[in-house]
Every structure is written in structure tokens, then in C-alpha cells.
């Protein structure tokens, strides 16, 4: 009788191919998501012994992923040579096996797990790898003769389909955490290379137009400084990407932090353009948190900085900032009188690259807000937009901490 065939999640991503060692399976400790598969199968059919049985031939080694109920050694070594296997006939024939009595079964009436392990009755489902290759089986065993019921068959079908199902989950976050190393490596490299010549055509454009300026045409003069408005977004850009990826899957030690001083060094880096639109900032009192001070410095100024630059024409800038306690957060306002986010555009703000406007009518990188969110997800909070346009922004986070 052939197990039933479990479905794989749907997903666009590929999965890598994957060895039983890179997965874990073999040779490996016990791990509480393989182990209550087995306690299960140990409660619910009623057997003292119960394993998920990872089968490789060419080591003629079977291993103990997880198991319950095995008498010493095997309990501490998990693993047999195949001489001692059940489990290498369910991957041979890729199907179950049902044994109801050993000795009177000619497969597996010399098999020394009779003797040694104390294998009398013995119920095989096929467990699968990512590539749906049979790699072992979900058993259960019992030490006396046994007749199984149609139930049991169908209990540990169900509970094989689960193990599988583990192992290809593991497989995908293996996919997916190599991808994003890679990501991150490719992410890292493209922003380090792209700085020096990018420094180095600013400079060569910088004195181009410098030379231009006292004996060039207007339009020569024009192409210039156009080139170099390219340039300083790509510089721009590239300076937003870095940012971006040094947030990437890092790790920082959390430390107290006084939200009041993030707040006016995030101020005090910003002085020059607050003074310059005569912006009109308001602090209210701010608690401590539990966070990093360097990554919410960069949060504050890049709210204040979109403040400043999505104001209105015709009045003067104003940010306020204010905080309230809710449900074990802080709760910080950064509340702006700008030109607003409409109400459809709020959750995609908070993309890469995402714009509402024209470089024409606002320069910027496009990372602004997508660094914000990384960096309120990185403390384990929420961070979301409200007001509407022409109404000015709001800006709320709601970050972990005690509120003192």
C-alpha cells in the first residue's frame, strides 16, 4: 500500500537542492518540531517505540531523527547499520510497510532489530525530501505481535505527510536565507563599487562646469548641471541602498535608550535645513525604550527630513512630537503640516524605491520610509501612516518598551 502523496506549498521560489547533513536530518541532535511528531504517533497508537528514520544506504547507516521509547545504546547513538532496519524496505519500495509479527515474516524475520531492538510489530510510512525522493520513514513499533487497524494506518499516514511537510519548510527557509545572503552580498557590493566612480564623475562634472562657466554656452553650462543633478541622485541613491543593506538581517545588542536625546541629535544633524525653511519643531516628553540609539537617531532624522522636504509652498514647516503608552508600547506621533500621503499610497510608502512625486518637484532616494519600516521592524514594532493629503502627515510608531 502506497503512502499518500502530501502537496507541497505553493511558492515561486525554487528550492536548492539539499543534503540530508546541510538539512539536518542525519547525524544530527533531536529537535523538539521532529520529536513531537513522534510523541504523537507514541500517544495516539499506542506503541512504546517511536522513530523518524532518515535511511542512507551508501553508509549503511540508518539515523534517528527523532525517537521515543528506543532502549540504550540506540537511544543515545540514533542511528543502526541496516542490519538492524525496518525502515530501509519502506525506502526501497517507497511504500508502507505492515508487519504484524516479525518472526513469522519472511522479509524481516532474520533482521537482527528483532533480537537486539526488541522489533516484534512493526507499521512504516514513507517520509519524503524536498525533491520527493524517499528518504526513510515515520514508525511505529511495538514488542509484541500486533494486528493494525485501518485507523493506524491512516493516523500515520497523516503524521508522515506532517514530517515531510517539516522537512520541505526547512528546506524553503534554507533556500531562502541563502538567497538572502546572497542578496545581501550582491546589495553590499553593487553600492561599495558604484561610490568611488560615482565620486569621481561629481568632481570631473564639478570642474567641467566650474571652467564652462566663465567661457561655455548656456546650454553647454545647462547640460552640466543637469549631469550633475543625475549624478548627485545616484550618489543619493546609492548612500539610501547602503543604509538599507547594512539593516539587512543585522544583528545589535539592544540597550535603554533615551527616546528625548535620539530625538534632538536626529535635531542637531538636521540644523542647517530646519534654519534655513525656519521649520517649527515641538518635543514633547519622550520615554526610554529598549532599543539601538544609532538605528532610531537614523529613523527620526529620516521623518524629520520628510517633513521638511514635503512641506507646503505657501506656509511654514511644523513637526511635532509626541508619545503615549499602549498596550505595553510606546506609541511616538511625528506629526507634520506638509502636503500628506493619500490614503491609497500609505502602505507602499513604505517600499523601495516607492515615490508619489516627481524628482521634478521633490529629489530623494526613494529609500526614506522603507529604511523607517526596517528599522521599527528590527525593534519589533508597527509603523503606519494616517491624515490626509493636504492635511499634513502622521507618522506613528509603536516600539517595545516600559515607558519611563
Known amino acids: 500500500m502506497a503512502a499518500t502523496a502530501f502537496e507541497s506549498p505553493q511558492s515561486n521560489l525554487p528550492l536548492r537542492c539539499s543534503s ?5 536530518l542525519v547525524d544530527s541532535p533531536p529537535e523538539k518540531d521532529f520529536d513531537n511528531l513522534t510523541r504523537l504517533v507514541q500517544e495516539v497508537i499506542g506503541v512504546p517505540v517511536a522513530l523518524v528514520s532518515i535511511v542512507e544506504k551508501q553508509n549503511d547507516r540508518q539515523y ?3 525517537q521515543q521509547g528506543l532502549p540504550e545504546p540506540w537511544a543515545t547513538t540514533r542511528q543502526t547499520p541496516l542490519s538492524h532496519s525496518f525502515c530501509q524496505h519502506v525506502t526501497r519500495c517507497d511504500e508502507m510497510l505492515l508487519i504484524n509479527n516479525a518472526l513469522e515474516d519472511e522479509l524481516v524475520s532474520d533482521n537482527l532489530a528483532v533480537r537486539d531492538l526488541g522489533v516484534m510489530a512493526y507499521l512504516g510510512l514513507p517520509i519524503y525530501s524536498p525533491e520527493r525522493i524517499c528518504i526513510g520513514a515515520l514508525c511505529a513499533i511495538d514488542v509484541r505481535p500486533r ?9 500515520m499516514s497523516s503524521i508522515a505527510e506532517c514530517v515531510s511537510e517539516a ?8 533556500t531562502a536565507a541563502e538567497l538572502h545572503e546572497e542578496q545581501k552580498a550582491f ?7 558604484l561610490k568611488a566612480p560615482v565620486v569621481s564623475l561629481k568632481t570631473l562634472l564639478e570642474e567641467l562646469r566650474s571652467e564652462c562657466s566663465g567661457a561655455g554656452e548656456d546650454a553647454e553650462i545647462q547640460l552640466l548641471s543637469l549631469s550633475l543633478n543625475l549624478v548627485n541622485r545616484m550618489q543619493s541613491q546609492i548612500g539610501g541602498l547602503s543604509e538599507f543593506h547594512c539593516l539587512a538581517g543585522a544583528k545589535y545588542p539592544l540597550e535603554t ?3 528625548e536625546r535620539v530625538v534632538f541629535g536626529a535635531l542637531v544633524s538636521l540644523k542647517e535645513p530646519i534654519h534655513e ?12 525604550i529598549e532599543g539601538i540609539e544609532p538605528l532610531l537617531t537614523s529613523l527620526f532624522q529620516n521623518l524629520f527630513e520628510n517633513a521638511i522636504k514635503y512641506r507646503r509652498k505657501d506656509g511654514r514647516p511644523s513637526v511635532r512630537v509626541e508619545s503615549a503608552m499602549t498596550d505595553g508600547y510606546v506609541e511616538v506621533r511625528v506629526i507634520d503640516n506638509g502636503i500628506g500621503i493619500p490614503v491609497e499610497s500609505r502602505e507602499n510608502v513604505f517600499k523601495m524605491f516607492e515615490r508619489l512625486h516627481s524628482r521634478v518637484d521633490y529629489e530623494g532616494s526613494g529609500l526614506g520610509l522603507a529604511i523607517c519600516k526596517r528599522i521599527v521592524d528590527i525593534h519589533g514594532g508597527e ?4 491624515a490626509a493629503p493636504g492635511q499634513g502627515t502622521e507618522v506613528i510608531k509603536r516600539l517595545r518598551g516600559t515607558g519611563n
Open 167 to 174: 522537512i520541505l519548510l526547512r528546506a524553503a527557509f534554507q
Open 277 to 288: 525653511c525656519r521649520a517649527e519643531v515641538a518635543v514633547g516628553s519622550l520615554p526610554h
Open 383 to 386: 509603523i503606519e501612516i494616517q
Open 257 to 259: 535608550v533615551d527616546l
Open 20 to 24: 540530508l547533513a546541510s538539512l539536518r
Open 147 to 155: 494486528v493494525w487497524s485501518e485507523t493506524d494506518v491512516r493516523v
Open 64 to 66: 534517528f531523527k527523532s
Open 187 to 193: 546589495t553590499y557590493a553593487l553600492s561599495h563599487d
